[in-house]
């Protein structure tokens, strides 16, 4: 077993018992946007967490370790993505990659936007001409040092 295994052993004990990502952040006590990507394989998850997620997912001993151990990070399978959701975030940052870049150096000066010290919040924003995903991106500004 390895740690994509386990990932596809949540997604399906998720559909077969009907759970929403929400739902299990509430019981892991994390948000949603964290526990989604640690059960999808991008984030460590301590021996608590674990414990609750093996208990959610009905896992065996050895898939919680897993959830344990410091995964590879990078989810997409190849370069320029070809799921038509995933691709509009890498159209995002086609289009609006250098202005995210020269608006954070005017403001900030030379660094970068850590995706460590990091929080998302994704909501649902209703809209009469079509609702709307909102998502609030929070990343602590690291500067490059001199030396």
Known sequence: ????????????????????????AKKVGLSKEWVTAGCLGQMTFDQAQAKILGEIFDLLPEAVALLQVVPYKGSLPTSVPTDPLIYRFYELVS???????????????????SAIDFKMDLQREPNAAGDRVKIVMSGK???????
Do not use: C, Q
């Open 95 to 113: 289009v609006y990659g250098t202005t995210f870049k020269e608006l954070i150096h005017e403001e900030f000066g030379d660094g970068i936007m």
């Open 141 to 147: 500004f690291l500067p490059y040092k001199t030396y």
């Open 1 to 24: 077993m390895n740690r994509n295994d386990v990932t596809e052993l949540i997604i399906a004990s998720k559909i077969a018992k009907g759970l929403k990502w929400s739902e299990i």
